[in-house]
């Protein structure tokens, strides 16, 4: 049922807008202008690339009856993503890899800059919501069914993507270099060395030596900072790719509409 | 269903109708052209990627460390029937992080059993590693019950460094010792199984020696070697 519009308020005379003279040409006001010049802009872009066609193929999708919030857990885990990019570069400014300085580091950052704490607070505690949103993500798609054909290879993309987030949390905990990450990293190197043989010249690697040793938290912080996030961003655009190109799935509770009676209210 | 394959092409480029095909040719220039060029991609990539990768491993799984000695203390500061700590470091150039606290001890008859041959020089005094064999915490030794204790997953460890309880898969590793002018000191560490078996390049925690696993778990090439 279509609402009836209020009417507008009354306007003192003073106050409404004047239509022109007979024989003047219309004002044009800064924000007509403003408006005008972004169209112009966007036009000149369009008019040498023409992305508009790819974002409308991305974004104007048609989505299946009975869509809802749980749909969005996969854009919220690519929101938490962004964050961590973010934050972490603007880290990055602050923190130094080494040894002796990379704990001296943390904690100048975190507690003489200027909203030091928020930002690292917002990296760390966003690390860890990104995980669970992950999980909440991967519990949806599971439990709509939304795995199964054609959308298996996405399941894969998602799978490795979930793997690439575990290694971002393992080598970003190392990097304040307190006690709690020392010893953690010790332990999950450890862990990995448990491997049958190649376990041990793994660790070796991930230490860059038998010992944990001068560059190790650099290496540490190269895998964090540049490998991975640069792999997680390209399988993201891979995993969008199928979403826009596959479509998402209707909830399993909905029944697919077999009757061949025309329903003119949904033509 | 019916069979949907074409039949199989000839190898000859003049025998499938394609323009300005030669005599005996069997690939065609586009086709050669196209071959070159991705073949030069592919070795331009390899160019960078191999080198790239041998960098960031060589030397983490190639270069071995050299063997150092530090003198921890006179012969008569440690005693046989407890551990004395002693700090060593096992990794220079990064501060704090490189040291690591070693429990020192004198050769005790009682328990170590007969003086072993052909050790080099470790035979008259232990220097037991902190590091926990389950996964790399560090124990600390509790004079009452005579046990190495790790705080983390509660591995126990008797007086000998055998495992007395808890997730650990072999004894805590040991460092070669020596004595020059007058001081005991701490060298390379080694690894024992359960036997009390040494095993020179030292393994990570977690990694058992006894049985299978010496095999599934080889030396390395990153650990300081004893001439």
Redesign the interface.
Known sequence: MKLPKLPAPPLPGVLQPRPPRPGEREKVGPIEQAKEGGIAAVDWVDERTSLSGGLRWAMFRKVPKGTNWFYTLGSATMFAFLSQATTGVFLAMYYDPS??NAYESTRHLTNEVFLGEFVRGMHRWGSTVMVILIFLHMGRTFFFGAYKYPRELNWIIGAVLLILTMAMSFTGYLLPFDQRS??AT??G???N??G??V???L???L?????????TLSRFYAIHMLLIPGAIAALIGAHLYLVAKLGTTAPPWLKADTSDVVDEDRV | MPDRRKPPQSKYTADRQIPGAFEGETVTRRRFMTLTAHGAGAVAATAFTLPALGF??G???F?R?EVRWQAVGAPEDFPADTYVPKVIT??S???D??KTTVYMRARNEEVDGAYPEGIPGTADFIAMSTRCMH????VRYVEASARFICP?HGGVYDFKGAVSGGPPVRPLDRFYVRLRNGQVEVGPRYSVNSEFTRFPS??????DLDGIGQY???G?F??PKLD
Not at chain 1, 207 to 215: H, K, P
Not at chain 2, 202 to 207: F, I, K, M, N, V
């Open positions: 040894a002796t020392y010893w010790i332990v190197v450890n862990i060395g448990t049958p043989m376990g041990p010249f660790s070796d690697f230490r860059g030596g038998a010992e944990f040793g001068a560059t | 960031a491993a030397s983490a799984i270069d460390p096992e990794v150039g990064i501060g992080v490189g996964l790399g915490c560090p983390c030292y393994r990570d925690p977690g990694q599934l778990y080889p390395r990153s650990t």
